[in-house]
């Protein structure tokens, strides 16, 4: 028996006493659904999540079985697998994440969320030009969360259009403070692609040049490869209206997306940042520096400034200086920090800077 739940769910009722009938249908359902249609000469194609729940292995009643159906889907949904067979454990971490869920939508305006900063330095000066903002949760029970613990959550709940909101007014405040006492940097703040297609975010953005103390050239929004792969066409389009509001626009964890270059020269994009994975690694294996290497020279055949993140040692900070890459960050620079620690962050690091080769006076006589 087919039902349909609502919107875009349905159910399929299985009586058979086979165990392996349930993924045998999911398998069957998933091949009908993303076979391609054609509709006006396009080629579609709809994609599913399956969750399996059995009677009496996963719930008595059928209440009971929707419910750990629902689980399962979510999860298959989260993985992107296509069908998932219900598991207790998914059950433990959907109730966290429908508890921080329900939290999380509080959190923004009781004040929960807070911005921490990580220096970049401009390899060319030697000194710190960026900062990147990253979020944080100062939650009462689990006490100061990462972003990867509840970002993901905001994506597929659509609060992460009131977080990138707030995440902007923000980072502009704290740009608009910095500049006031005479430490003028760039910012960096991570934006997601949903927020691309947000319209009433579109239309904050549209707004923000004429928002008091905002200052066009400070703010630059970072967004991963792979999410802007997904679509660079409809990303290109809503990417120039951000830009054509004076945000600088750089495309974050760059070589693990599968970046077709023909849709990279048409992206409206001022940077790369190069992912942490291949700089971490750049000293200890050779094709990651060829592809560091690489990168640095495709960046500027393509008129884009290019970061280095992840550096780690001062030998790698070295390499990236000779290679002409444009900014470095990492935790052997400096680590993220507090709000109240930034400016301080910022002074020990560009004193640190100039005793470390390649920076220092002796060294750069000898280039
Ligand atoms: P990302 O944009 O790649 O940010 C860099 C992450 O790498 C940060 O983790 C930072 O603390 C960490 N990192 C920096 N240098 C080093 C290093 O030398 N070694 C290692 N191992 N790690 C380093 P964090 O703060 O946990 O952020 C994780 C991710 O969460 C970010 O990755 C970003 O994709 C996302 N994120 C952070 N803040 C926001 C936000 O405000 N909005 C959105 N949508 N996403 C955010
Ligand atoms: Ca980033
Ligand atoms: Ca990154």
Not at 187 to 199: E, F, H, K, P, Q
Not at 211 to 235: C, N, V
Request: glycine share 8%.
């Amino acid at each position: 028996m087919v039902a349909r739940l609502g919107g875009d769910e349905f159910a399929i009722l299985v009586t058979d006493a086979d165990p392996n009938a349930p993924e045998r249908v999911a398998r069957y359902a998933l091949e009908a659904i993303e076979r391609p249609l054609s509709v006006n000469g396009l080629d579609l194609q709809v994609s599913a999540s399956i969750g399996i729940a059995t009677v009496p292995l996963h719930a008595q009643h059928a209440d009971g079985l929707v419910k750990a159906a629902d689980v399962a889907m979510y999860e298959a949904k989260r993985t992107g697998v296509g069908f998932v067979v219900y598991s207790q454990a998914q059950e433990r971490s959907s109730v966290r994440r429908l508890t921080l869920l329900g939290e999380l939508r509080r959190a923004i305006a009781d004040g929960e969320l807070e911005l921490w900063f990580q220096p970049a330095v401009d390899l060319r000066r030697g000194e710190v030009t960026k900062i990147e903002a990253l979020v944080r949760w100062r939650h009462a029970h689990h006490g100061l969360m990462l972003p990867t613990e509840f970002i993901e959550l905001a994506e597929m709940s659509g609060i992460i259009g009131p977080l990138t909101r707030w995440l902007t007014e923000e980072t502009s405040a704290v740009a608009e403070e910095l500049t006031q006492s005479g430490r003028e940097v760039v910012i960096g703040a991570n934006i997601s692609v949903r927020n691309l297609y947000d319209t009433e975010l579109l239309e904050f953005f549209d707004a923000l040049p004429s928002m008091p103390g905002f200052r066009p050239g400070l703010l630059e929004f970072e967004i991963t490869e792979s999410e802007l792969m997904a679509d660079p066409m409809q990303a290109a389009v809503v990417l120039r209206r951000i830009r054509d509001r004076g945000i600088s626009i750089v495309v974050d964890d760059f070589g693990t997306g599968y970046s077709s270059l023909a849709y990279l020269k048409n992206l409206p994009v001022t940077g790369l940042k190069i992912d942490r994975g291949f700089v971490s690694s750049m000293v200890s294996d050779s094709s990651d520096a060829a592809i560091v290497q690489s990168t640095i020279d495709l960046a500027h055949r393509l008129n884009l400034e290019v970061t280095a993140e992840g550096v780690t040692d001062q030998r790698t900070l070295s390499m990236l200086t000779d290679w002409g890459c444009d900014f470095a960050q990492g935790f052997w620079l400096s680590r993220p920090v507090s709000r109240s620690g930034i400016e301080s962050a910022i002074v020990e690091l560009n004193r640190r800077l100039r005793h470390v080769a390649p920076f220092s006076a002796t060294e750069r006589a000898h280039r």
